[in-house]
């Protein structure tokens, strides 16, 4: 089993940023491919970003163009998402996730563990 708990949300006005973490517990993090993924209210959950297990390969949902950064620090068992110019429709709950192998996927299916998700919320 893994836990996972994201931090890092909040309010935060148009074009600035916000830094979200996620820790992760329970087994050897550096086993593991992580996600990010979003859901805003209505909406299905979208993928957002991947990094592999050693942090050399990661891959972002097409919206992001450039705006968001994923790192990983696997001695702090730990995954990053930093946010920048940040716009209204970024609004949603982010849940990190992670899937034993060592190949990064943008499918949800694929992922085994959940946080509970942070929500970040952008005003215009």
């Known amino acids: 089993q893994v836990q996972l708990e994201e931090s890092g949300g909040g309010l935060v006005q148009a074009g600035g940023s916000l830094r979200l973490a996620c820790a992760a517990s329970g087994r050897t993090f550096s086993y593991y491919t992580m996600a990010w993924f979003r859901q805003a209210p209505g909406k299905e959950r979208e993928f957002v970003a991947t990094i592999n297990w050693s942090g050399g390969s990661t891959r972002f949902g097409d919206f992001v163009k450039g705006r968001y950064t994923i790192s990983r620090d696997n001695a702090r068992n730990t995954m990053y998402l930093q946010m920048n110019d940040l716009k209204p429709e970024d609004t949603a709950v982010y849940y990190c996730?992670?899937?034993?192998?060592?190949?990064?996927?943008?499918?949800?299916?694929?992922?085994?563990?959940w946080g509970r998700g942070t929500q970040v919320t952008v005003s215009s």
């Open positions: 996730a992670a899937r034993y192998g060592v190949k990064a996927v943008v499918v949800g299916a694929e992922y085994d563990y």
